[in-house]
């Protein structure tokens, strides 16, 4: 994402993003932080200051002829009306390939999202993406709506989509975006004969369709979700995932429930122990646990000195996935659950036990974006550990982040330890479990199943002196 000859280091670059990002959601709360959005601002700090790429991110989202705030605002709104003006260009322009499209199953949605949304700048070469936003910065959306156009001519003649199938057509469209030539596509583009007026003309019909409660829900999402799941799991789960996860603002209703008590008799203090259930739902835990299964597992084996050989402090398999926007979304959905709930929530921003430790105030500014994919088999299990601190910059770890996948399974709760009681959380799928790093915690044998779980860290950061504590 970030230029090579860029002087300050690659960490250095991903916490001006981190920051970037976060100042946007405290500037607009209602919009906050939504994926697709790193991309954008990540290709502003290539060129600009972080000052700089904050304000051009302001202008950007709300301002005319660009207003990006619409397609990240709550209703995705935007977004609905971007695709379908798109799905009316590419039958207006590209007739022959969209019959054919249509004829496999494949509507526009499937691959535009991702590139609409982030006008380009998620998954195509550098050289295509700085052409689109020079003109998209002169001139708004004409120039994003004619590079799709001329991306599919050259999809269709370079890769004769009109004989191909729909998992063909697909796979193609995935793979061939970081070959194309920017030069030749802008090229193209700026010969499609695109006016204003033919996209006022689908954004007007869009506009009156929902006026006139005639599409309550985009026609296009409509379409995808009536698609055989397993058909398309295999050509397109990228397209799922984000079009899942977009949705960051959506509404569930979640319960919270405090288990620091419970720990006094355990750890003799009130350590923070909280568990947030339905943060996730079942498809958003169906879809982590394809995404867990896709990865190369490594098998963790830990012995401490002096242990046999038949014996271990951990035996499971782990993926580890480096996923900045899927740790942002986490992290803003535990704030989301805790914000009606004010002492519990500055308990988890402030981190009052690390007192103790520390002698600057903290404050919780993220989730660590490694994120730690467990599976656990018949007779596999965590001995009882503390979690080890993870440093990042000027941020520390404080606290241990579980993300329940599935409960189909038997055994395999998580058992907190003291010197003589114990404390057992029964997982629950798409509940959170956070809880302080210095709780010794066991993972117990799964007798039956198997049992998939995310693991990753909550960071903390130095409180300016200036700041106040959680509200």
């Given at each position: 994402?970030?230029?090579?000859?860029?002087?300050?280091?690659?960490?250095?670059?991903?916490?001006?993003?981190?920051?970037?990002?976060?100042?946007?959601?405290?500037?607009?709360?209602?919009?906050?932080?939504?994926?697709?959005?790193?991309?954008?601002?990540?290709?502003?700090?290539?060129?600009?200051?972080?000052?700089?790429?904050?304000?051009?991110?302001?202008?950007?989202?709300?301002?005319?002829?660009?207003?990006?705030?619409?397609?990240?605002?709550?209703?995705?709104?935007?977004?609905?009306?971007?695709?379908?003006?798109?799905?009316?260009?590419?039958?207006?322009?590209?007739?022959?390939?969209?019959?054919?499209?249509?004829?496999?199953?494949?509507?526009?949605?499937?691959?535009?999202?991702?590139?609409?949304?982030?006008?380009?700048?998620?998954?195509?070469?550098?050289?295509?993406?700085?052409?689109?936003?020079?003109?998209?910065?002169?001139?708004?959306?004409?120039?994003?709506?004619?590079?799709?156009?001329?991306?599919?001519?050259?999809?269709?003649?370079?890769?004769?989509?009109?004989?191909?199938?729909?998992?063909?057509?697909?796979?193609?469209?995935?793979?061939?975006?970081?070959?194309?030539?920017?030069?030749?596509?802008?090229?193209?583009?700026?010969?499609?004969?695109?006016?204003?007026?033919?996209?006022?003309?689908?954004?007007?019909?869009?506009?009156?369709?929902?006026?006139?409660?005639?599409?309550?829900?985009?026609?296009?999402?409509?379409?995808?979700?009536?698609?055989?799941?397993?058909?398309?799991?295999?050509?397109?789960?990228?397209?799922?995932?984000?079009?899942?996860?977009?949705?960051?603002?959506?509404?569930?209703?979640?319960?919270?429930?405090?288990?620091?008590?419970?720990?006094?008799?355990?750890?003799?203090?009130?350590?923070?122990?909280?568990?947030?259930?339905?943060?996730?739902?079942?498809?958003?835990?169906?879809?982590?646990?394809?995404?867990?299964?896709?990865?190369?597992?490594?098998?963790?084996?830990?012995?401490?000195?002096?242990?046999?050989?038949?014996?271990?402090?951990?035996?499971?398999?782990?993926?580890?996935?480096?996923?900045?926007?899927?740790?942002e979304e986490l992290f803003q959905r535990i704030m989301d659950a805790l914000e009606n709930i004010p002492e519990l929530a500055e308990k988890f921003v402030d981190a009052?036990?690390?007192?103790?430790?520390?002698?600057?105030?903290?404050?919780?500014?993220?989730?660590?974006?490694?994120?730690?994919?467990?599976?656990?088999?018949?007779?596999?299990?965590?001995?009882?550990?503390?979690?080890?601190?993870?440093?990042?910059?000027?941020?520390?770890?404080?606290?241990?982040?579980?993300?329940?996948?599935?409960?189909?399974?038997?055994?395999?709760?998580?058992?907190?330890?003291?010197?003589?009681?114990?404390?057992?959380?029964?997982?629950?799928?798409?509940?959170?479990?956070?809880?302080?790093?210095?709780?010794?915690?066991?993972?117990?044998?799964?007798?039956?199943?198997?049992?998939?779980?995310?693991?990753?860290?909550?960071?903390?950061?130095?409180?300016?002196?200036?700041?106040?504590?959680?509200?």
């Amino acid at each position: 994402m970030f230029r090579e000859e860029e002087e300050h280091s690659q960490a250095s670059n991903e916490l001006a993003l981190r920051r970037i990002l976060r100042a946007y959601s405290v500037y607009d709360t209602e919009v906050g932080y939504c994926q697709g959005m790193n991309f954008i601002a990540g290709m502003l700090l290539t060129f600009l200051t972080e000052e700089e790429s904050f304000w051009i991110l302001v202008v950007i989202m709300n301002d005319e002829p660009y207003k990006l705030r619409e397609i990240f605002n709550r209703d995705m709104a935007g977004t609905h009306e971007v695709l379908y003006i798109a799905d009316k260009l590419v039958h207006v322009f590209l007739p022959e390939l969209y019959a054919h499209l249509e004829k496999q199953t494949v509507h526009t949605s499937m691959f535009t999202t991702q590139w609409l949304m982030t006008i380009y700048t998620s998954t195509f070469p550098f050289d295509l993406v700085t052409r689109v936003w020079d003109l998209f910065l002169a001139e708004g959306w004409k120039i994003v709506y004619k590079t799709l156009l001329a991306l599919l001519m050259h999809a269709r003649e370079d890769g004769d989509l009109i004989n191909k199938n729909m998992e063909e057509i697909l796979s193609y469209l995935r793979h061939f975006q970081s070959k194309v030539d920017g030069e030749k596509i802008i090229a193209s583009a700026n010969k499609i004969p695109l006016k204003h007026r033919h996209i006022q003309k689908y954004a007007s019909e869009f506009r009156k369709l929902m006026e006139g409660g005639e599409m309550h829900v985009h026609e296009v999402i409509q379409r995808f979700l009536t698609f055989d799941d397993s058909t398309i799991a295999s050509t397109n789960s990228q397209f799922k995932r984000v079009h899942r996860f977009i949705r960051l603002k959506r509404q569930r209703d979640v319960s919270v429930q405090d288990f620091s008590p419970k720990m006094v008799p355990v750890a003799f203090e009130a350590k923070l122990a909280v568990m947030i259930s339905d943060a996730l739902s079942p498809e958003e835990c169906a879809e982590l646990i394809q995404r867990a299964r896709d990865q190369t597992y490594d098998d963790v084996l830990i012995r401490q000195d002096g242990m046999k050989a038949s014996q271990h402090v951990a035996k499971c398999s782990r993926a580890i996935v480096k996923d900045f926007d899927l740790a942002e979304e986490l992290f803003q959905r535990i704030m989301d659950a805790l914000e009606n709930i004010p002492e519990l929530a500055e308990k988890f921003v402030d981190a009052p036990w690390m007192k103790k430790k520390v002698d600057t105030p903290l404050r919780a500014v993220s989730v660590n974006d490694n994120l730690h994919f467990l599976k656990f088999g018949v007779g596999e299990s965590i001995a009882p550990l503390r979690d080890s601190t993870v440093t990042r910059g000027n941020e520390t770890s404080c606290v241990t982040m579980h993300v329940y996948l599935n409960d189909n399974f038997k055994g395999g709760v998580t058992s907190f330890k003291g010197d003589r009681r114990y404390f057992d959380i029964k997982p629950k799928m798409g509940s959170i479990l956070i809880f302080d790093q210095d709780l010794r915690h066991e993972e117990c044998e799964v007798t039956k199943g198997k049992r998939y779980f995310m693991r990753t860290d909550v960071m903390y950061s130095p409180r300016p002196m200036n700041e106040s504590s959680a509200q």
